[in-house]
């Protein structure tokens, strides 16, 4: 990867800290580690937020767009989300139990209906595919001749998820009903269901449940195009009119793209910042995860605990990584305290090495403070 001197002092932008979240010593603290990640780990650009319930407290960015390239990374910019789209649609569905239009721990005989479903299915919900623990396993249904050919595929999107899910459930469970195996499938099972359930797109569905009323303007889904970062491998960027992401049939699983301020607005809203879009009674349903054995994931979200994560104390943490090897994005978030932390980056390997140094330095000092 070429460096530049743009690279290392250009789109060195950033939002002041407001709101809960107002000393001027932890915006130094948060400008001084978002520097010292970037010098470290040298992605092509990095970008990360503090989020309190309003939505984005305080943001900075580093970087270029493209490597090798002059044009600096901005604030405005979207970036590729990669799994952390899972908890998106999972928000999605919650907000259809709200509408009557969807229940919870429903069964996928009653989502998906029309499909032949193996016997074995019998008890499994969209609860367990939302959790990983329906037993279903991407090996041997995500295979490499899946992948080139949805690449491809002309048919409607619905189409193509409706046939996946009539795949995935023809056999028996790969794993043990009840045990965690994180997979991609199982979302694109729950946006089958989603499209089931309201008869359009899950894209239309997360337009209609989501972007609008957050006011989430900049969202979109696969690489994002125009001006804007490039996704790299190998410090080389792949220009996202190719194949810079995977199909567009696996979207429910991960191919949501946004600004960081957009992001963070989301993640507010899962913090309680939206009980208008948002019930407490969903929120809290899509952040506790399954009884049993760990590890502790919820409806899109890995579940933890953290010093300075409770009012006083200790208290739950919620956070999620996303990747589809060309960008990385990662966020830790604690509703409770409402404060999170967001770091995104337009690279793979380096960017993931950033994004999750950064965003434990940002905690540390939240603990600190």
Known sequence: MIVT??????????????????????????????????????????????????????????????????????????WHLGSNTKAMTAAVFGRLVEQGRARWAMPLAEALP???????????????LMRHRAGLLDPGLLDQAWLLGAHIDPRPLPEQRAEFAARALAAPPAVRAGQFAYGNGNYILV??????LTGQAWEAAM??????????????????????????????????AGFA?????????????????DYARFVAAMMGGAPDWLGEATRARLLTPAAGEPPAYAAGWGVGSA??????????????????????????????????????????????RACLTLVRRLAEGADAG
């Open 307 to 352: 010093p300075w994560a409770g009012l006083g104390g200790p208290g739950p943490t919620i956070t999620h990584n996303g990747s589809n090897t060309l960008w990385f994005a990662t966020v830790l978030a604690a509703p409770e305290r409402g404060l999170g932390f967001i770091a995104l980056s337009n690279d793979g390997a380096a960017g993931q």
């Open 114 to 128: 029309g499909l032949t479903i193996d016997p074995a299915w019998a008890g499994t919900t969209l609860d367990d």
């Open 245 to 261: 992401d995977n199909p567009r049939a696996l979207g429910p699983a991960g191919t949501a793209h946004m600004s960081l301020a």
């Open 191 to 196: 946006g089958a269901a989603i499209e089931a």
């Open 207 to 240: 337009a209609a449940e989501l972007f609008a009323p957050l006011g989430l303007a900049s969202a979109g889904f696969g690489a994002p195009r125009g001006e804007a970062p490039w996704g790299h491998r190998g410090g080389v960027g792949l220009d996202p």
């Open 5 to 78: 001197r743009r690279a290392l002092l250009g789109g060195a932008a950033a939002l002041p800290l407001a709101g809960p979240f107002p000393a001027r010593a932890r915006e130094a603290a948060a400008e001084a580690a978002l520097d010292a990640v970037f010098a470290e780990t040298a992605p092509p650009a990095l970008a990360a937020g503090v989020v309190t319930r309003e939505g984005l407290g305080w943001a900075g960015v580093r970087g270029v767009r493209r490597a090798g390239h002059e044009a600096a990374a901005t604030l405005g910019d979207r």
